[in-house]
C-alpha cells in the first residue's frame, strides 16, 4: 500500500508540475491531439521573431548590465504571457498547427528566460 501511494503521488506531482507551466501544459496537449510538437529544425518562425530573438540573445551576450537585464526580463513575461493567451485561443478554436507554431515561439522565450537567469546568478 505503502509503495503504492509513493508511486501515484509521484504521478500526480508530475502531473501537476506538466499543468502548472503553460508550455508544458500545451505540449502535453499537442502530444494528447497527437500532434509532434515543432522541432528547432523546423523554421516555420518568420523572420522577424528570429531577428528579434537574436537581439535579446545579443543583449544577454553583452557586459552584465543591471538594466539591461531587467528590461529582457519584463520583455520575456509579456512575451510569454501574451503567447499564452494566444496559445490558449488556439486551442479553444482546436487550430492545433496554429498553437504548435506558437508553442515552438514560446520555447525560444523559455530558453532565453534560462538564459537570463544564468546570467543574474551573482559569480
Given amino acids: 500500500e505503502q509503495f503504492y501511494s509513493q508511486q501515484h503521488s509521484s504521478l500526480i506531482n508530475k502531473a501537476y508540475q506538466t499543468l502548472l507551466n503553460p508550455l508544458s501544459r500545451g505540449l502535453y496537449l499537442l502530444e494528447l491531439n497527437g500532434v509532434e510538437p515543432a522541432q ?16 535579446i540573445n545579443e543583449k544577454l551576450a553583452g557586459p552584465k548590465n543591471e538594466d539591461v537585464l531587467q528590461e529582457i526580463e519584463t520583455l520575456i513575461k509579456v512575451k510569454q504571457e501574451e503567447l499564452t493567451r494566444e496559445v490558449t485561443a488556439a486551442f479553444e478554436r482546436d487550430d492545433l498547427q496554429e498553437a504548435k507554431k506558437l508553442l515552438a515561439k514560446m520555447k525560444y522565450f523559455a530558453n532565453l528566460k534560462d538564459k537570463l537567469k544564468n546570467k543574474q546568478i551573482p559569480s
Fill in 40 to 55: 528547432e529544425t523546423d523554421c516555420d518562425a518568420d523572420s522577424a521573431f528570429l531577428t528579434e530573438i537574436m537581439e
